[in-house]
């Protein structure tokens, strides 16, 4: 028979140390100059309220001066988070309510890799065209998506709407022609409606297509000059058609852009993938959730990805719903459908 002592010791478990929170801290920042720290606040201070949101601090100004105050680590990715957008406006560029959110994924990996002495890399990869001047990655997913389009030939770029996927790839692909790393653009989307039976379109050939190509012409006027686009247009040097045009071509010295990939049927993703020439890049983006091709029909997309990722010169990106960046609203939306398997399923097989 055990003593009460023993007893009490066999049934007594030691209580957990809950984790020590970081003692608030209080930072002041003074910029030099008070315009370009009036832009960096925003207007009616947003920017500081989203950087209050999402770090989880409070911030105050007066003047050209900034004080954060709230837990250490916080306070200083904040600091980052301030310093990056100054540096921002100083080289003339505008803060939007998304160059806030660039920023603070930005903060957050710089915070990792400063730490390690061996990493030289500590701000994301940017695209730099004539129209725009630098256009810097907002997360760490479109980071590796340009360093990926860099580094590869052929990309593959799936997930959700709003991620940045086509307008980052339209983007790349200027960028290169400016460069003469590419001599012409050929940008693609197969002509397949969204749900809807539009009918017979009245007009000429590219009358007939351009409603489906639309969201690559805006892409197109964000990073180059409208009458260089319709120069490029006429000329060929810029060529925006169906996918169904691009059978038996070969596409060399081009950036070639595949665009709502996931309504490409089987045959169709292997016969443009098979354009490919010397000196080409290939781009393929795509939500595999929002195919609009025929009950049973099988999405090329899905299919290439599972045959071709990992193959040497291929790089493949998936992005999330934290990923969007189109508006905050979008990202909720979109975690809402991915949390509903039943609403955003494919109808693919």
């Known amino acids: 028979?055990?003593?009460?002592?023993?007893?009490?010791?066999?049934?007594?478990?030691?209580?957990?140390?809950?984790?020590?929170?970081?003692?608030?801290?209080?930072?002041?920042?003074?910029?030099?100059?008070?315009?370009?720290?009036?832009?960096?606040?925003?207007?009616?201070?947003?920017?500081?309220?989203?950087?209050e949101r999402r770090l989880g601090v409070s911030a105050s100004t007066n003047g050209n001066h900034v004080t954060i105050k709230g837990p250490a680590e916080s306070c200083d990715q904040a600091r980052r988070v301030f310093e990056t957008l100054y540096e921002r406006v100083k080289h003339g560029h505008a803060v939007t309510?998304?160059?806030?959110?660039?920023?603070?994924?930005?903060?957050?990996?710089?915070?990792?890799?400063?730490?390690?002495?061996?990493?030289?890399?500590?701000?994301f990869e940017q695209v730099a065209t004539r129209k725009r001047g630098a256009v810097r990655a907002r997360n760490a997913a479109q980071d590796l998506y340009l360093r990926l389009l860099k580094r590869n030939e052929l990309t593959f770029a799936e997930g959700p709407a709003g991620t940045g996927k086509t307008w980052l790839?339209?983007?790349?692909?200027?960028?290169?022609?400016?460069?003469?790393?590419?001599?012409?653009?050929?940008?693609?989307?197969?002509?397949?409606?969204?749900?809807?039976?539009?009918?017979?379109?009245?007009?000429?050939?590219?009358?007939?297509?351009?409603?489906?190509?639309?969201?690559?012409?805006?892409?197109?006027?964000?990073?180059?000059?409208?009458?260089?686009?319709?120069?490029?247009?006429?000329?060929?040097?810029?060529?925006?058609?169906?996918?169904?045009?691009?059978r038996g071509r070969t596409l060399a010295s081009a950036c070639v852009l595949l665009d709502e990939a996931q309504n490409a049927t089987s045959m169709q993703m292997k016969?443009?993938?098979?354009?490919?020439?010397?000196?080409?890049?290939?781009?393929?983006?795509?939500?595999?959730?929002?195919?609009?091709?025929?009950?049973?029909?099988?999405?090329g997309l899905s299919e290439a990805i599972g045959l071709l990722s990992g193959l040497e010169g291929i790089g493949h990106v998936k992005f999330t719903g934290k990923d969007v960046v189109r508006h905050d609203l979008v990202r909720r939306i979109v975690d809402a459908y991915e949390g509903n398997p039943q609403s955003g399923a494919p109808r693919t097989s």
Not at 12 to 36: G, H, K, M, Q, Y
């Open 1 to 51: 028979m055990r003593s009460p002592s023993q007893s009490r010791s066999d049934t007594i478990r030691p209580v957990p140390t809950p984790p020590r929170e970081s003692p608030p801290t209080e930072i002041t920042l003074a910029f030099d100059d008070n315009r370009f720290a009036s832009l960096v606040f925003g207007q009616y201070d947003q920017n500081i309220a989203k950087i």
């Open 169 to 246: 790839a339209v983007g790349y692909a200027v960028s290169l022609l400016e460069q003469g790393a590419v001599e012409r653009l050929i940008l693609s989307r197969p002509a397949v409606e969204a749900g809807e039976r539009l009918g017979f379109l009245p007009g000429d050939m590219r009358e007939k297509v351009d409603p489906y190509l639309r969201p690559i012409y805006d892409a197109l006027y964000d990073f180059m000059d409208g009458r260089t686009v319709e120069r490029g247009l006429q000329t060929g040097m810029i060529e925006v058609a169906p996918l169904a045009f691009m």
């Open 271 to 299: 016969m443009f993938l098979t354009r490919l020439g010397e000196g080409s890049r290939m781009i393929i983006t795509g939500d595999p959730t929002q195919t609009d091709l025929p009950p049973g029909q099988k999405s």
């Open 97 to 123: 309510l998304g160059d806030v959110d660039g920023a603070i994924e930005e903060g957050a990996l710089q915070g990792t890799l400063f730490p390690q002495p061996e990493v030289t890399r500590t701000s």
